[in-house]
């Protein structure tokens, strides 16, 4: 038995959270929206993806943001990202140690989850 891959990672949200999802996992990350199933539906939350990449937003009623735990994304041009996020008035942090040859960012979600965002 091994594990052979990984299919998305799920973070929280709070109640009625979708449209400040929508905004920043789609329109600013670029990250697509998928159609959740039909069972799912009535949970609310939203699933994204890009490429391999899937992200899903759970409706979370007692929701706590994940301030250590984090995704991290591997994206292809860093600083148009971070300019992208800084217009619209998303702050990044670089307090990431430096990894040889990674160029790393660290931003919040609009629910407080820490998200890495790195370039190789």
Known sequence: MRIIGMD??????????EA????????LLGLREVAKPAQ??????????AGTVKVHLGVDP???PA????PAFVVDDLALLQQKLEAAGITLSD???PLDGIERR???DPFG???ELMQY
């Open 8 to 17: 998305h990672v799920q973070l929280a949200m709070p109640v009625n959270g």
């Open 62 to 64: 007692n929701f706590i």
């Open 95 to 97: 307090e990431a140690s």
């Open 20 to 27: 400040a999802a929508r905004a920043f996992y789609d329109g």
């Open 113 to 115: 989850n820490r998200i």
């Open 40 to 49: 799912l539906i009535s949970r609310g939350g939203c699933w994204f993806q």
């Open 106 to 108: 660290f931003v919040h």
């Open 67 to 70: 301030g250590k735990a984090h």
